[in-house]
């Protein structure tokens, strides 16, 4: 069965440090993993897609990192800010026929002064 | 660019009734693709429209219904509506339905059956 585990469930980091968030899944046949952020309220917004060739990424203080062969990412965050507050959820693709994707349910980050 | 958006914004229902979502796709998107999110389940797939045509359905039930008009535009209707309906209504679009293409999404729908 398709699915995308991300841990932790939540967690609660001071302004200025740094956090990682995993996400591990057994989506087959693999095609791309991407990390969404996503306000509370609000849409989730892309922050990267890796493919299967690529290791790592970076989108300014994010950097997304892709093991295929133990199927595990992960999304480092570099000098947190208020502003990072938010669920990020990890999105597998599977190359089937057409594009399905396969949600995680998130990690809730919180960022206290 | 206008990014994707989806009306209404919020709405509150009572069981029974039907209600109607409406998304504008991206210019130039030719995909739509509609999500159910609730706190419990995260985010669920309901169906993918791509040129008018479904192309990929969820594990929804048949109250669950949706179609795309020529200029991409996309509605989703639930019928019947009960109390688990209750949730944020994404809509995303893409360029194409490629593998690695990109998915925008819009604000949501916050719809709450009482």
């Known amino acids: 069965k398709n699915q995308v585990e991300q841990s932790p469930q939540s967690l609660i980091i001071l302004e200025g440090k740094n956090c990682t968030l995993q996400c591990n899944y057994t989506v087959s046949p693999f095609s791309n993993l991407r990390w969404y952020k996503q306000d509370t309220g609000r849409g989730p917004v892309s922050l990267t897609i890796m493919t299967f060739s690529e290791n790592t990424k970076s989108n300014g203080r994010y950097t997304a990192t892709l093991d295929a062969d133990t199927k595990q990412s992960s999304l480092h965050i570099t000098a947190s800010q208020l502003s990072d507050s938010a669920s990020y959820i990890c999105v597998v693709s599977a190359r089937t026929g057409f594009q399905k994707l396969v949600f995680g349910t998130g990690t809730r980050l919180l960022v206290s002064p | 660019k206008a990014g994707v958006t989806q009306t209404p914004r919020y709405l509150i229902k009572t069981r029974g009734q039907q209600v109607t979502l409406s998304c504008s796709p991206i210019?130039?998107?030719?995909?739509v693709s509609w999500y159910q999110q609730t706190p419990g389940q995260g985010l669920q797939f309901l169906f993918e429209?791509?040129?008018?045509?479904?192309?990929n359905k969820g594990n929804f039930p048949g109250r669950f219904s949706g179609r795309q008009f020529s200029n991409s535009r996309s509605e989703m209707n639930v019928s019947t509506l009960e109390l688990g309906d209750s949730a944020l209504y994404l809509c995303?679009?893409?360029?194409?339905?490629?593998?690695?293409?990109?998915?925008?999404f819009g604000q949501g729908t916050r719809l709450t059956v009482v």
């Open positions: 995303a679009s893409s360029a194409t339905v490629g593998m690695n293409t990109e998915a925008f």
């Open positions: 429209y791509f040129s008018e045509t479904q192309r």
């Open positions: 210019s130039g998107h030719r995909s």
